[in-house]
């Protein structure tokens, strides 16, 4: 089990940028929310700090996606939610590729 913000940390430690100083923007939508689900309705998107982000749990593993919609900016990255085959994990992304000191890894099969 984790949680949106416990990825988001990671993968900022990761790129070495300090997560209190993370823009996000995000749905905070509830497992219980069908019509989000079945794609009738979006939730309004909030924006705030790390320590405003969606606190449940959920399982990161093989199978759907199952975390909170999320996109995050730093001065030098943007953290955007990745997934290959049902596996999810959130990524940082160069915001000026051209000055990037590492490229993330990406899967393949």
Not at 72 to 80: I, L
Request: one cysteine or more; hydrophobic letters at 35%.
């Amino acid at each position: 089990m984790t949680t949106i913000r416990a990825q988001l940390e990671e993968a900022a430690a990761t790129a070495g940028d300090d997560p209190s100083k993370l823009i996000c923007y995000f749905m905070d939508v509830s497992r219980s929310d069908i019509s989000y689900r079945r794609g009738i309705t979006d939730p309004p998107i909030q924006h705030g700090t790390i320590e405003d982000l969606p606190a449940w749990e959920f399982s990161a593993g093989y199978g759907g996606v199952n975390g909170p919609p999320l996109i995050a900016f730093s001065k030098r990255y943007v953290y955007v939610q990745a997934c290959y085959d049902g596996q999810e994990w959130v990524e940082a992304v160069p915001r000026h590729p051209k000055y990037a000191t590492f490229l993330p890894s990406l899967g393949g099969g």
